[in-house]
């Protein structure tokens, strides 16, 4: 008989440790897909430490697309998002938004941490501020131009084919960079409007103004090091986002002598950050 109820007990502790799991759900950045964290080996680090990914979210124009990988049971079950990162930041919000509705109902008991790179980690904060918390207890955001990058400012430039030469400027810049990026660069406009430093009227001003959620928030800086030079499109200042007024004081930061693409390092980050255990999601 003891062994009996011990066995229940048992059972019943894993059952209550799988059914309180968080959920990670990962958001990738400018030009990256649902496949830049395991492209990155990013993902493979989160699943030595028993993550593993259970769907894919994705967008259409019939609408959400939803691929399933594995039981959405899994003791720390992750979802990777594919977002339109061409498209403005709000539309990239708004398409974030419905994947973390989805997410919540298929995890009703279940808190999600959110983690974000680069231009993602502006998409997850704008899902937040227009929608509310939708579940997130913890935003992590990955070298994120919080406060913009020049490198914006410096495309906007190269594609701007207005005035009386503007033919002969587009001819020099597609010869220098070739068609495919040039194209590239051209369809991102939309984006890349978003992601100039913040002066009034943009975007960056506003949402840097906006009240956001009670959540935990954390953001990890790319620096260099004397033998590296650190990020070369998001100046590390800008990433801090605890230097964003609405967040000011409540916001950890992590500084890692990297490039601004994503590493195996940010798997082992990621999965220290939260190894504090899981939460019970909170009611809306």
């Known amino acids: ?47 030595q430490r028993g993550y593993r990914q259970v769907g894919i979210y994705g967008y259409s124009p019939q609408g959400m697309v939803y691929q399933r990988l594995g039981k959405p049971d899994a003791a720390r079950p992750v979802y990777a998002v594919n977002l339109p990162s061409q498209a403005p930041i709000v539309i990239q919000a708004d398409w974030l938004a419905a994947f973390l509705r989805d997410i919540g109902k298929r995890h009703p008991e279940q808190a999600i941490n959110l983690v974000a790179h680069s231009a993602g980690g502006l ?20 070298a994120t131009p919080h406060f913009g990058t020049g490198r914006a400012i410096q495309a906007l430039d190269a594609t701007n084919n207005g005035g009386m030469f503007g033919f002969v400027k587009s001819w020099l810049v597609r010869r220098s960079t070739g068609d495919a990026l ?18 009034p009227g943009n975007l960056l001003f506003w949402l840097n103004q906006q009240p956001h959620p009670d959540i935990t928030y954390t953001s990890i800086m790319r620096t260099g090091t004397f033998y590296m030079p650190g990020d070369q499109v998001v100046p590390p200042l800008s990433q801090d986002l605890n230097r964003v007024p609405a967040l000011a004081g409540r916001v950890k930061t992590y500084s890692m002598a990297e490039g601004h693409l994503l590493t195996p390092a940010d798997g082992d980050l990621i999965g220290n950050l939260l190894a504090t255990g899981a939460t019970t999601r909170k009611s809306p």
């Open 1 to 47: 008989m003891k062994k009996l109820m011990l066995l229940i007990t048992i059972i019943g502790l894993v059952v209550v440790r799988a059914a309180n799991a968080d959920v990670l759900v990962l958001v990738h950045g400018y030009l990256g897909t649902a496949q830049s964290w395991a492209e990155s080996g990013t993902l493979d680090r989160l699943y």
């Open 123 to 142: 998409a997850a904060r704008m899902a937040l501020v227009r929608h509310g918390a939708l579940g997130v207890k913890h935003l992590i955001t990955i």
């Open 182 to 199: 040039y194209a590239t660069v051209l369809q991102s406009r939309g984006v890349l409007f978003d992601l100039t430093p913040p002066i």
